[in-house]
């Protein structure tokens, strides 16, 4: 039965080597993306939710797309937290998010047919922002505008994200302690800038019966999740905050403008969830072994269309919210090194070590010369299956040497290394 694959049993089975790893956690974690987003941070909150009290997503929106595996059944979350599988566990989607309602709903009823309803332990901040359909339209057109002007837009998702953030800054965003009330003049003002500043038709009609719709739903479901929070915070339990996207996509510390427009940061999913920058006991830094990208920007370690496309194939590289193949390529040390001191990293996560399985020799970016080209640093391959292995001891010794290696370079030691897709594919090393 499907419900019992998720039963509240700890993905981590209790070892010397797990607690000692749980323990150096505390009792505030932040899992936080290193690279250009899609690391794995889903199958990380999912597998760490299980010894967490409370899930937390912080920021964003519908861009994201985190994908995890459990039992072979894939199911992806755009805006509930990863670890909302755990029964029993509140989830709180925070202050920084803006949230497409209709994909919330979808997501929500997803989860019912699987046996799991989410919503009586689902709380939303009323200082979250709703994103509305004709946002979506907007951020096409804004991209369509770029690509026009500059040759090339940002690559968005077009979940209308950069729409949504814009709104806020501007302080015209409509939030959802907004949810039940009548929106119907506001938006029929809207409309009108809509057309004339960006040529976009907002159905109101479609509009506020999707309001409606949600409103049914979840009007219950939104609060004050400052208080809610703090309040778990004064009964002991401990909190695990999934971020999304990563911090070469931050809106201050990014590869801007080729970012997304929330702080994606660990800095920043305290700030949205309200939580003082002091609580975080832990913050796990989320990198891939390699390096991919989705959109537009520089890509200093970008890897050969040849080696991009095997790394790309194996990794199965193509985006969980646009469908997007990934640009790949190799690890750019001073990036994990700014990441790891823009956001206090204690510990790395380093996954999909399986997708280098059958490569000869791996690059790794260790800085730029004075042309601007980026410089490696070349590491034997191991050229062996390392899929599902869960001891460090078990993988071949240049994949050690491997892990290693980044460990010592970025200076913050290398706890959990992903071995495929899996809950159970993770290697807890101390
Ligand atoms: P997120 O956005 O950071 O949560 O990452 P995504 O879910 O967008 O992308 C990561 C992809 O890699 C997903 O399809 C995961 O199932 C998969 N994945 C995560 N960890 C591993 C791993 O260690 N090995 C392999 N082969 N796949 C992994
Ligand atoms: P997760 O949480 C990968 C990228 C987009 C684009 C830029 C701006 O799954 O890691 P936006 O729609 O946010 O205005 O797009 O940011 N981007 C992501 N890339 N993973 C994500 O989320 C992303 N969220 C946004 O591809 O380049
Ligand atoms: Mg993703």
Same mark, same amino acid.
């Given at each position: 039965? !499907? $419900?019992?694959?998720?039963? @509240? @049993? ?27 987003? %899609? ?7 999912? &597998?760490?939710?299980?010894? !967490? ?45 803006? &949230?497409?309602?209709? =994909? ?16 009586? /332990? ?19 057109? #804004?991209? +369509? ?20 953030? =814009? ?10 302690? /907004? ?10 003002? /809207? ?33 004050? *999740?400052? %208080? #809610? ?8 339990? *401990? ?20 970012? *997304? ?8 999913? #305290? ?16 990198? $891939?072994?390699?390096? =991919? ?8 370690? +970008? ?32 990036? #994990? ?11 790395? @996560? &380093? ?6 399985? +059958?490569?000869? +020799? ?47 370079? *970025? ?20």
């Amino acid at each position: 039965m !499907f $419900k019992s694959i998720f039963a @509240n @049993n700890p993905p981590l089975c209790y070892n010397y080597a797990v607690q000692q790893f749980l323990s150096s956690l505390g009792r505030v974690c932040a899992i936080i993306g290193a690279q250009w987003g %899609d690391e794995g941070k889903g199958k990380a909150t999912d &597998i760490l939710a299980g010894h !967490f009290d409370v899930i937390a997503r912080a920021c964003g929106g519908a861009n994201a797309g985190h994908t995890i595996v459990v039992k072979g059944r894939k199911h992806v979350f755009h805006l509930l937290p990863s670890g909302c599988l755990h029964e029993g566990k509140p989830v709180i989607l925070g202050a920084g998010m803006v &949230i497409h309602l209709p =994909t919330l709903l979808e997501e929500i009823a997803t989860l019912r047919e699987a046996g799991i309803d989410i919503l009586p /332990r689902l709380h939303i901040s009323h200082e979250a922002h709703i994103i509305f359909n004709y946002y979506k339209a907007m951020d096409a057109a #804004l991209e +369509e505008r770029r690509s026009r002007a500059k040759g090339q837009g940002i690559g968005t998702t077009k979940r209308g994200i950069g729409p949504a953030y =814009t709104e806020k800054a501007a302080r015209s965003g409509i939030r959802m302690e /907004r949810l039940e009330d009548d929106l119907s003049q506001e938006l029929q003002q /809207r409309a009108k800038d809509a057309q004339t500043l960006y040529g976009v038709t907002v159905e109101s009609a479609e509009e506020l019966a999707a309001l409606k719709e949600a409103a049914a739903l979840l009007a219950d479901r939104v609060s004050d *999740t400052v %208080d #809610l929070i703090h309040r778990y915070r004064s009964e002991g339990k *401990t909190i695990l905050v999934e971020g999304a996207q990563g911090v070469l996509l931050d809106i201050d510390h990014g590869s801007y403008p080729f970012v *997304t427009s929330s702080s994606t940061s660990s800095a920043g999913a #305290l700030q949205a969830l309200g939580l003082p920058p002091n609580a975080l006991t832990s913050c796990i830094g989320i990198a $891939k072994a390699y390096c =991919t990208r989705v959109g537009s920007g520089t890509f200093l370690t +970008e890897a050969p269309e040849e080696d991009a496309q095997r790394l790309r194939d194996r990794g199965g590289e193509y985006g969980a919210t646009t469908g997007r193949p990934r640009r790949c390529g190799w690890l750019h040390l001073p990036d #994990l090194c700014r990441g790891a001191l823009t956001n206090g990293f204690t510990h790395w @996560n &380093i996954t999909k070590l399986d997708v280098l399985d +059958e490569e000869k +020799e791996i690059p790794i970016g260790t800085g730029v010369d004075a042309q601007g080209k980026p410089v490696f640093d070349y590491l034997p391959g191991w050229q062996a299956s390392t899929i599902g292995i869960t001891s460090f001891e078990g993988l071949p010794e240049n994949a050690r040497q491997y892990i290693r290696y980044i460990g010592e370079q *970025t200076g913050v030691p290398v706890a959990l290394i992903g071995t495929g897709p899996e809950r159970e594919h993770m290697i807890v090393k101390n």
